[in-house]
């Protein structure tokens, strides 16, 4: 159904058109530039995308997505936390599920990480219910810990160990 690859040149377009897509922007880290513009997609495709473990999701040739672990430093160096986003149109077609499962198998299998966590807008039940679907179990809640286009949001921090 999916395939991981490295972000390249002819992502560019795509990803201009998705990260400029409000409802996909709305739950995401402000790290990611709004607007998105050309300058933040070539930096993503020759810097961004080849720090840590970072992958395109690719369905049916097309760019539908990202999915990513940080590894965490010092002493939580095993412990990693994972994000993702996923194209509007794509949406709750099981790409996001397939996505986290095969992270959490290529981490599991090809790092040292034990732990993956995954912070959580509080108003984003469907990647709670994604997140759950894959493993994850809340861990936590952090009330108000998010504050984002002047509005405040509790984390929900879900975690997956390996076993």
Known sequence: MI??????EGDTAQLLCILNDPEVVKYLSSKIPTPYTLENAQWWISTGSKIGIVKAIDFNGSLVGCIGAEQGEFE???????????????WRQGIATQAINDIISLVFK??????L???????????????GKCGFELEAVHKKS???????YNNHVFSILKT
């Open 110 to 115: 090809t790092t040292d990480i034990v732990r």
């Open 146 to 152: 998010i504050y984002k286009n002047d509005k405040f």
């Open 76 to 90: 939580y160096q095993r412990s990693a936390e994972i994000g993702y986003w996923i194209a509007k149109d794509y």
């Open 3 to 8: 395939t991981f690859r490295d972000f390249d």
């Open 117 to 131: 966590f995954a912070s959580v807008f509080s108003k984003n039940t469907a990647s709670m219910h994604v997140l």
